[in-house]
């Protein structure tokens, strides 16, 4: 007998603390000495649970990675922001718990996005992510996304570039 321990799923009311935790501490291990101390602490703090269960009661898109019935991360995604662009549909946040990176798990949830995408009959993909997040920027490479616009970032009084992968 099989157990599936990891899957994703459209996320429930019930897993407002957990996406608050992991997106507190995913930000904290991807944004800490790159966006400056104040405006991230103000950003984590404006995530809170509330925010989640908001977020949450109206149902936008958001898958979770279930791991063992705990959310420990999340992908939010949706029509590209980007007007006028062959890429009609965007991954906005993909965030998992520090716990759970580097073993594979954030590219269940990019691959369920993605499909949810193509559902939607958006054709291509844009992921925008802040150069200076090294991690994140060799992510979406490995997956095979091409950079296509640059833009910037305002946190505080300190902009930050960022730049737009594509998927076709």
């Not at 991230?40 to 791991?67: C, N, T, Y």
Request: proline share 3%.
């Amino acid at each position: 007998m099989t157990v599936d321990v990891v899957h994703i799923r459209p996320a429930r009311s019930k897993d407002a603390t957990a996406l608050a935790s992991a997106y507190e501490e995913a930000w904290r291990s991807a944004y800490q000495g790159i966006i400056p101390h104040i405006s991230l602490q103000r950003m984590i703090a404006k995530r809170g649970l509330g925010w989640w269960e908001g977020a949450l009661r109206r149902k936008s898109p958001l898958l979770v990675l279930d791991f063992g019935g705990e959310a420990a991360g999340y992908v939010t995604f949706g029509r590209s922001r980007l007007a006028r662009s062959q890429f009609q549909g965007e991954i906005f946040e993909l965030y998992l718990h520090p716990v759970y990176q580097g073993l594979g798990l954030g590219e269940k949830l990019f691959d369920s996005a993605r499909m949810r995408l193509a559902e939607l009959r958006l054709k291509g993909l844009l992921v925008w992510a802040l150069t200076d997040n090294d991690s994140a920027c060799a992510f979406y490479l490995r997956l095979g996304g091409k950079p296509i616009a640059e833009g910037a970032e305002r946190f505080g009084e300190v902009s930050l570039r960022k730049v737009a992968f594509a998927w076709s």
